[in-house]
Structures are given as structure tokens and as C-alpha cells.
Nanobody, 124 residues
Framework: QVQLVESGGGLVQSGGSLRLSCAASPRIFTSYGIGWFRQAPRKEREFVSAIRWSGGNTYYVDSVKGRFTISRDVPKDTVYLQMNSLKPEDTAVYYC?????????????????WGQGTQVTVSS
């Protein structure tokens, strides 16, 4: 089991930036992938981005490409989501999750460990 704790959410104006962190314990295993998902009010939770722990391959939903960057700090077992040029439609609770599989990082059913979420609010 991997425990995940998100941080870094907050209130920001449109066009601003935030960096989310996802700290894992005891550690992220080499075969794992870490994903970020978000859920806006009255909407389904959706995939945002993911990173393969071994090799660092990254994946993004089209709506955040060019604005969000996912990265990892291996010694710290932490994944970051740098969010730039934020828009009001990015407002959501952001969750990080871990998957031991590598078949489909955008598929929520692949993930078996989830953090508690962090709120991101972008004002217009």
C-alpha cells in the first residue's frame, strides 16, 4: 500500500500558477505510475496527467497540454504538477493516485491508491 498526500492547492486569479505536490509513503515502486485527476462541482472526475515512475514518461489530457507539467523527485518520492496559465475551468479538487499497472494511465480503475485531494480555485 502506498499512502499519498497532496498539497499546494489554493485560490489564484485567472492566468496565475500553482504547483501541486503529491508525497508518497513509504515509497513509490519502480513499476508504478502516478496520476493526477480532478473533479469539478457537478462533474465526473477526469484524468489530468500521469507520469511513469521508471523512465519518467508523461501523459496529459489535451485541455492542459502546454500549460501543466508533471514531474517527479525520485529521492523524495514526490510528484509535482506545475499548473500555469490557469483558467476558471481548471477549478476542481485535484487528486493524485498510484497505479501498479502500466496499461492505461488515464483509466481511473487502474489506480488503487488515492490521496485525499486538494482544492484549486481559479477566479476570473
Amino acid at each position: 500500500q502506498v499512502q499519498l498526500v497532496e498539497s499546494g492547492g489554493g485560490l489564484v486569479q485567472s492566468g496565475g500558477s500553482l504547483r501541486l505536490s503529491c508525497a508518497a509513503s513509504p515509497r513509490i515502486f519502480t513499476s508504478y505510475g502516478i496520476g493526477w485527476f480532478r473533479q469539478a462541482p457537478r462533474k465526473e472526475r477526469e484524468f489530468v496527467s500521469a507520469i511513469r515512475w521508471s523512465g519518467g514518461n508523461t501523459y496529459y489530457v489535451d485541455s492542459v497540454k502546454g500549460r501543466f507539467t508533471i514531474s517527479r523527485d525520485v529521492p523524495k518520492d514526490t510528484v509535482y504538477l506545475q499548473m500555469n496559465s490557469l483558467k476558471p475551468e481548471d477549478t476542481a479538487v485535484y487528486y493524485c493516485a498510484a497505479t501498479p499497472y502500466g496499461s492505461s494511465y488515464s483509466d481511473q480503475s487502474e489506480y488503487n491508491n488515492w490521496g485525499q485531494g486538494t482544492q484549486v480555485t481559479v477566479s476570473s
